[in-house]
Every structure is written in C-alpha cells, then in structure tokens.
Nanobody
Framework: QVHLVESGGGLVQAGGSLRLSCVASGRTFSTYGMGWFRQAPGKEREFVAAINWTGGTRNYADSVKGRFTISRDNAKNTVYLQMNSLRAEDTAVYYC??????????????????WGQGTQVTISS
C-alpha cells in the first residue's frame, strides 16, 4: 500500500511559477512509476507528466511541454512538479499517482493504483 500526500498548490498570477510536491509512504516508492494528473471543474482528469522509477524516462502532455518539469528524489520518497509560465488554463486540482510496474511512464489514469487527495492550483489572469 502507498499513501500519497500532495502539497504546494496555491493562487498565482499568470506567468508565475509553483512547485508541487508529493510525498509517498512505504519503502517501495523507488520501484514505482509516478505521475501527475489534473482535473478542472466540469472536465475529465487529464495526464500532465510521468516519470519512471529511475527518473531516467519522463513524459509530458503537449500542453505543458517546455513549461513543466517532473522529477523525483527516491531518498526522500518525493516526486515534484515544477510549473513555470503558468496560464489560466492550468487552473485545476492536481493529483499525484503511483503505479507498480515502474519501468516505463504511463499516461492513463486507470494504469495507476494509488492516488493522492489533490492540491488546488489557481492561476489568475
């Protein structure tokens, strides 16, 4: 079992930056693939970024490429999402997720077994 807790959300102006963190419980964090998803009001949950267990493979949604960076620190059981050049359309609840296979990145919500409670990100234009 993996318990995930996100933090770092908030209200920022367009063009600003935020760094989200997701801390995982359990000694097997380093073997899990991790992902960030987001869900805006009235919309489906969508993929943002993913990273494999080593951190050597990363994948991004086209809408965030060049602006967001996913990283992980296995010694701290933490995955990060650095978000720069934020836009109003980035407003959503952001969720981190963990999946057991770990060796490749995955972009579909159903492929992840564990989810955090989410953190709100609001961008004012």
């Amino acid at each position: 079992q993996v318990h995930l807790v996100e933090s770092g959300g908030g209200l920022v102006q367009a063009g600003g930056s935020l760094r989200l963190s997701c801390v995982a419980s359990g000694r097997t964090f380093s073997t899990y693939g991790m992902g960030w998803f987001r869900q805006a009001p009235g919309k489906e949950r969508e993929f943002v970024a993913a990273i494999n267990w080593t951190g050597g493979t990363r994948n991004y949604a086209d809408s965030v490429k060049g602006r967001f960076t996913i990283s992980r620190d296995n010694a701290k059981n933490t995955v990060y999402l650095q978000m720069n050049s934020l836009r109003a359309e980035d407003t959503a609840v952001y969720y981190c997720a963990a999946e057991k296979t770990g060796w490749m990145t995955k972009s579909a919500p159903y492929e992840y077994e564990y989810w955090g409670q989410g953190t709100q990100v609001t961008i004012s234009s």
